[in-house]
C-alpha cells in the first residue's frame, strides 16, 4: 500500500463521532438551577410537583428575569435553563427527579383535568381525538381502561414518569410526599418553606370515600362546583383498576423497585 493510501486509510480512523448529547432525546425536558454555587438539573414531570420547581427555576434565575419575560414559564424555562448537552447535564452537582405512585398519579390527573378542569385544554381535546368521546363522560374507569394506554398518542400529563428520565445516575430521586424535607436537604430551609411546603396547583381532596370510580366526570365537577368539596382518593381505589394500572405502568413500578 503507498504512503497515501496508509495515510488516508490512517486518517479514517482518526475520525470521530460523539453521540453524547443524544440521550437528551429519550427523556423529556431537564432543567437546571443554581442555588449558593450549586448547581441542579431537574427531570420535569408533570403532576409530579412541576409547578413548584416552575416557580423557584423562574423566581431565583439568574439567567435572565421573568417578570421581564412575555411567555409563560415553561417557555422561560427552554430558553434561559434547558440543558441542552451532556457537559451540561455533567456539570450540575446533583440531578433530582420527583416521582409518586402511578395509580395515585393517575387518579390526580383525572380529578384535576377532568373535574376540577384546571389546564384541561389540550387533554381534553386529545381525549376526545383518540377516544372518540367526550371528555365530560368518562369515568375514572373508562380514564384508565381506554385512555391510559398508547402513551405515544395520548396527552403528557398521563406519560410515564420513566420515560421523562435519563440514561444517567439521579442522585436525589425525591418521594413526592417527602419532598420538602428532600428540597431542604439540597437548597436549605428558606427556599423549601417558600416553594415546597405547600402543593401548588393540586387540588384537596375530600373525605367521601364511597365508590366514584363509574361516576362521570361531569357529575363530579357539578358536585365540586355546588360545595366545593371532591372525593378522596380511596374513592377510586378498585383492586382490579390498580391491577390495570400496574400493567399499563409497568415501567414505572420497575423504576419504583429500583430506587436506592
Not at 21 to 49: C, M, Q, T, W
Not at 137 to 150: K, N, P, Q, V
Not at 192 to 212: E, P, Q
Not at 233 to 253: S, V
Request: aromatic share 14%; hydrophobic share 35%.
Amino acid at each position: 500500500m503507498s504512503a497515501f493510501l496508509m495515510r488516508q486509510y490512517a486518517g479514517f480512523f482518526m475520525k470521530n463521532l460523539d453521540l453524547r448529547d443524544d440521550i437528551l432525546s429519550h427523556g423529556k425536558g431537564h432543567f437546571f438551577f443554581e442555588v449558593e454555587g450549586r448547581r441542579f438539573a431537574y427531570a420535569y414531570i408533570r403532576k409530579n410537583a412541576c409547578s413548584a420547581f416552575k416557580d423557584l427555576i423562574c423566581d431565583t434565575s439568574e439567567q435572565a428575569d421573568f417578570p421581564e419575560f412575555s411567555g409563560s414559564q415553561l417557555e422561560f424555562m427552554g430558553q434561559f435553563h434547558k440543558i441542552r448537552t451532556a457537559e451540561m447535564l455533567e456539570s450540575c452537582d446533583t440531578r433530582i427527579f420527583v416521582y409518586r405512585d402511578p395509580f395515585e398519579r393517575a387518579i390526580s390527573v383525572f380529578v384535576n383535568k377532568f373535574v376540577v378542569q384546571t389546564g384541561n385544554t389540550a387533554i381534553f381535546e386529545n381525549y376526545r381525538q383518540e377516544t372518540n368521546s367526550n371528555p365530560n363522560a368518562a369515568t375514572f374507569e373508562s380514564f384508565l381502561r381506554t385512555y391510559c394506554r398508547d402513551f405515544r398518542k395520548r396527552d403528557v400529563h398521563i406519560e410515564q414518569q420513566s420515560r421523562h428520565l435519563l440514561p444517567v445516575r439521579y442522585e436525589a430521586a425525591l418521594a413526592i410526599g417527602d419532598l420538602h424535607s428532600g428540597m431542604t436537604g439540597l437548597i436549605g430551609a428558606d427556599l423549601a418553606d417558600r416553594y415546597f411546603v405547600r402543593k401548588v396547583n393540586s387540588s384537596t381532596y375530600g373525605t367521601d370515600s364511597k365508590d366514584k370510580s363509574t361516576v362521570p366526570a361531569r357529575e363530579l365537577r357539578t358536585h365540586y362546583k355546588d360545595t366545593g368539596q371532591l372525593p378522596s382518593k380511596h374513592a377510586f381505589m378498585r383492586d382490579d383498576l390498580i391491577d390495570i394500572c400496574k400493567r399499563r405502568y409497568a415501567l414505572d413500578y420497575r423504576m419504583l423497585e429500583r430506587l436506592s
